[in-house]
C-alpha cells in the first residue's frame, strides 16, 4: 500500500503561485493515478487534477485549467501542483490522492474520489484578496 504526504502549502496573496508536492512511499505502481482534490468549509470535496504513473496522461478540472499544471518526478516519488495566479476562491484543504486503474484505463474516472483508496492528511492554501 502506497502512504502520501502532502506539503507546500501556505498563505499567499492573490495572484501569487504555490507549488505543493505529493511525496509517495511503500509500494507504489505504475498503474496508479495520483490526483489532487480540494475542500473548502461547506463544500464538497471537488476534483483538480490527476497523472497517470505509467505514460503521464494529465487531467484537469475546469476550475483550474490553465492556471495549475501537475508534474510527475518519479525518481523520487513525488507528483507536484504548481498554482499560478491564485485566487481567493482557490482556498482551500488540498489532498493527494491515489488509486489503482482497473479495467480499460481509458475508462477509469480520474475526476470521480470514489476511484481513488489513498489519501494524505492535507495541506492548507489561503489565498488572501
Known amino acids: 500500500q502506497v502512504q502520501l504526504v502532502e506539503s507546500g502549502g501556505g498563505l499567499v496573496q492573490a495572484g501569487g503561485s504555490l507549488r505543493l508536492s505529493c511525496t509517495a512511499s511503500?509500494?507504489?505502481?505504475?498503474?496508479?493515478?495520483t490526483g489532487w482534490f480540494r475542500q473548502a468549509p461547506g463544500k464538497e470535496r471537488e476534483f483538480v487534477t490527476a497523472v497517470r504513473w505509467s505514460g503521464g496522461s494529465t487531467y484537469y478540472g475546469d476550475f483550474v485549467k490553465g492556471r495549475f499544471t501537475i508534474s510527475r518526478d518519479n525518481a523520487k516519488n513525488t507528483v507536484y501542483l504548481q498554482m499560478n495566479a491564485l485566487k481567493p476562491e482557490d482556498t482551500a484543504v488540498y489532498y493527494c490522492?491515489?488509486?489503482?486503474?482497473?479495467?480499460?484505463?481509458?475508462?477509469?474516472?480520474?475526476?470521480?474520489?470514489?476511484?481513488?483508496?489513498?489519501w494524505g492528511q492535507g495541506t492548507q492554501v489561503t489565498v488572501s484578496s
Open positions: 511503500g509500494r507504489t505502481s505504475s498503474s496508479y493515478a
Open positions: 490522492a491515489a488509486g489503482r486503474v482497473v479495467g480499460p484505463s481509458a475508462m477509469w474516472r480520474d475526476w470521480d474520489k470514489s476511484m481513488y483508496e489513498v
